[in-house]
């Protein structure tokens, strides 16, 4: 049987990574194999694309180039990792996928919705999330945090964390756009709470097509 597709949105520091590993322990605790990848990365040629995409030594890309970069990336990692993992009937947990697109380079960066739209179609290859987790928190909180676990890392790569605060307002009004859009796919889960209690929201979230997640292990 294919597996499922899970994907974590939402703007820097909400916690993706933190709640994706959380996850995948979760899931495997409880026999469900899964594969745990990130965007932009993934594969050799995303990490590549990765470098250019994060480092403030880029500089002002135009926002057509950049949207093209990031899905030049993503093509590589759903052909070669994500459809072949699903088609093993492994369940994947993605950090970011096209939502991020719509989000940074649509609401953030102002390009056309149709370009996108159009974009995902003709890239993603057959394969779409079967739920996606945006973990939601005020746009300065959530840079706070990046910003205290980039100090920590001593991490070079801030060129979206550079960007100011009505950015990355606009790129959080768009996630929440998203969700309304897509009712059925995107849940919001607060991510001001503990990890324990994020965690917890998150697995409420999934517990309709993963089932598992209401065992205890
Ligand atoms: N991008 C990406 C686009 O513009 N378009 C696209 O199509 C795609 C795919 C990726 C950048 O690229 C942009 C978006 C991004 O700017 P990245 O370095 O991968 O860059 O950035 P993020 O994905 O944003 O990674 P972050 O690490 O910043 O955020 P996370 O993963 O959401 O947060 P996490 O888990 O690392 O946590 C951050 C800090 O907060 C703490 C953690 O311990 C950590 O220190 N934390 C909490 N603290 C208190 N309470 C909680 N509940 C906490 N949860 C985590």
């Known amino acids: 049987m294919r597996g499922y597709f899970i994907t974590f949105e939402g703007i820097e520091g909400s916690g993706k990574s933190t709640q994706v590993a959380m996850l995948k322990k979760k899931l495997e605790d409880r026999g469900v194999p899964t594969l745990c990848v990130r965007e932009p990365g993934g594969t050799p040629v995303g990490q590549h694309v990765r470098k250019i995409l994060l480092n403030p030594e880029t500089g002002d890309l135009d926002p ?71 973990l939601d928190l005020p746009a300065g909180a959530g840079l706070n945090r990046a ?26 009004n768009g996630f929440l756009k998203i969700a309304e859009s897509n009712p059925d796919r995107v849940k919001i889960v607060n991510a001001e709470g503990s990890l324990e209690e994020v965690s917890e929201a998150v697995a409420g979230a999934l517990e309709d097509i993963l089932p598992e997640l209401s065992n205890p292990c």
């Open 147 to 172: 910003l205290d676990r980039i100090m920590f890392k001593g991490s070079t790569d801030t060129r979206f964390e550079d960007e100011g605060l009505e950015f990355h307002r606009r790129v959080r």
């Open 64 to 134: 057509l180039t950049e949207l093209l970069l990031f899905w030049a990336a993503r093509r590589e990692l759903v052909k070669n990792v994500i459809t072949p993992a699903l088609e093993q009937g492994q369940t994947i947990v993605c950090d970011r996928f096209a939502d991020s697109t719509t989000a940074y380079q649509g609401y953030g960066r102002g390009v056309d919705m149709e370009i996108i739209d159009t974009m995902a179609k003709i890239m993603r290859n057959g394969v779409w999330p079967d739920r996606t987790i945006i």
